[in-house]
């Protein structure tokens, strides 16, 4: 595949940053911004704080095809530039905007920047050489050269991993074009905090330089080469991350993003046009250049025609022989592979590795049709579960993942929504969705506007907890059966030696699916000798369950 690295599954994990676009006193930046919040709660969403498509648009400088610099270069007083004279970086040994000097080659220029210049070059082969995106234009001397330019210096305080400048106006139609110069941190150091104390980076040293390099590189070749549009950023930041997994596939900086989209499903729909969107679904670009036509490289085509990116991309997927609803509605799939249904993952590499999508509804249905009702923005991704009894044995567990495909909602009316039904009933229709091993069924309505990923399994029967015998030495979990309550539900465990005396405090454990028996997960606050003993499992409005358990080292 040429300089493409592919979607390599990788197995390291490493905390992720969160980008942004902003706009500042009249400049056009993208901009990695960090947010640094853990994977999931309601607290940690993060926020747009860049007012970048309002103000940007009001403050906009053109002037016909003159010639407009707009910002100010750092003045770093050195420089190295790439063996083709591609790339030149800018750098200074001292002050807070100093690089490490290290020069392990002894070629007389730092390592850092050596790094710099390698990962460009790779990015480069793989996003202009391999993937065939147009050469951005140079920037005529501006930087000293006609080479693009970098800027490395102290972006810690501010929080940004990198930031790319428009800078001269090079036509406006049939899109706007510019030429554009990049800085980046100098040293994206574990030790650096932003103004308000926090860290300023999450992912460190040279693996935050490649992703930012990659990313940043293909904004250049977005503004240079194909338009700038302050409509849909979107689809900018999408195509910017997917280069980042596709140049360098072991540094997961993108996992965050998609853990936010699928711990928070509700927040981020494929429609919502802005930049922190694309973020979320920056693996969305695998399912665009699966076939034999290259469906994001045709939208960016259709951007240098002047097309907004949204309609680019549903023209693009037309002319290939598809539509963006049929392809959306194949990666629900993917949505639902992650966690320990990711084994295998056509699109989102190393999905083992991410959360499982949450689930806006999880219940218990028994002898009764139960309705459940959800209001879905387009292309908005809904988990639903729920539990059904089997035709002999243990319930049946109903995983659905639906969306609502509508293409004019999507272009004309993003912050629409469509009410929607799902009626679980033991009296289908023939045209009701059915569910496995069971005699009961789903009817959806609307149903010729959703499209849905389901997966039925039937339970298996669980009497006791396991593993058993519970070695300490090398279990960490203990799976407790719960008979007569729904997934989702919680219960308090407490284990206590054989005349019921509590040798550890009750701990309340959430009820899922786990090897397809519900169970609640406990994990022991304290060792315990080997021995037998009790565990009691308690919830509202029921009797405690007693199980025993036997011990072992």
Known sequence: MGHDQGNVPVINIVIETHRILLARTGLYLFAFLLFLQPLTGDDNVPVDRCGFGGRATENRIR???????????????????????????????KGSDAVDSADSDDNGT?????????????????????????????????????????????LGREGYY???????????TPAERYTTWMEMDNNFSPTDTTWSGKQSYSTFGIDALRVTCAHELHHVIQNGSYGFSVQH???????????????????????????????????????????????????????????STDIMRSTWDGVAQGTE??????????????????????????????????????????????????????????????????????FEIRAL????????????????????????????????????????????????????????GIRHSPSEVLCR???????????????????????????????????????????CDLSLRPLTSELSARLDIHNNRLVAQYQFSRKLEPGIYIVTVARDNAETILHKLVVER
């Open 233 to 291: 950023r979107m689809i900018y930041e999408l195509t910017s991350t997917w280069m980042e997994m596709r140049a360098f596939p072991e540094v997961r900086d993108w996992a965050i993003w998609t853990s936010y989209l699928l711990t928070r499903p509700e927040l981020w729909p494929f429609s919502k046009v802005n930049a922190l969107n694309g973020y979320c679904w920056g693996w969305f670009g695998n399912v665009l250049t699966s076939g």
């Open 453 to 495: 990923y389901s997966s039925g399994t039937q339970l298996l029967a669980t009497e006791a907890p396991y593993p058993q015998p519970f070695a300490m030495s090398s279990h960490e979990i203990l799976h407790v059966p719960v008979s007569g309550a729904p997934a989702g539900s919680s219960v308090r465990i407490q284990v």
């Open 309 to 378: 990116p949204f309609n680019a991309l549903i023209s693009a997927c037309a002319a290939s022989g598809t539509s963006i609803t049929d392809l959306f509605c194949e990666s629900l799939t993917s949505l639902y592979q992650t966690g320990k249904r990711g084994g295998i993952n056509t699109y989102i590499p190393g999905a083992s590795l991410l959360p499982e999508i949450k689930y806006a509804s999880d219940v218990a249905v028994d002898q009764v049709a139960e309705t459940i009702t959800a209001s879905v923005r387009p």
């Open 162 to 172: 990198g930031i790319t400048n428009l800078d001269r106006l090079l036509s406006l």
């Open 385 to 440: 579960r729920a539990t059904v009894p089997s035709r002999s044995g243990e319930p049946v567990s109903m995983e659905q993942v639906i969306s609502w495909t509508s293409s004019p909602s999507i272009l004309f009316r993003p912050d629409s929504s469509l009410q929607t039904t799902m009626l679980y009933t033991p009296n289908p229709l023939p045209n009701d969705e059915t569910i496995p091993n069971s005699s009961w």
């Open 110 to 154: 730092p390592d850092y920047v050596d790094d710099c210049l390698r990962a460009l070059d790779r990015s480069w082969k793989l996003e202009v050489d391999t993937l065939g995106y147009a050469a951005p234009p140079d920037d005529d001397t501006s930087g000293g050269s006609r080479a693009i330019d970098v800027y490395l210096r102290d």
């Open 63 to 93: 002037r016909g095809n003159d010639v407009e610099i707009q910002g100010t270069r750092p003045p770093l007083p050195l420089h190295a530039e790439s063996a083709d004279g591609r790339f030149r970086v800018h750098f200074t040994l």
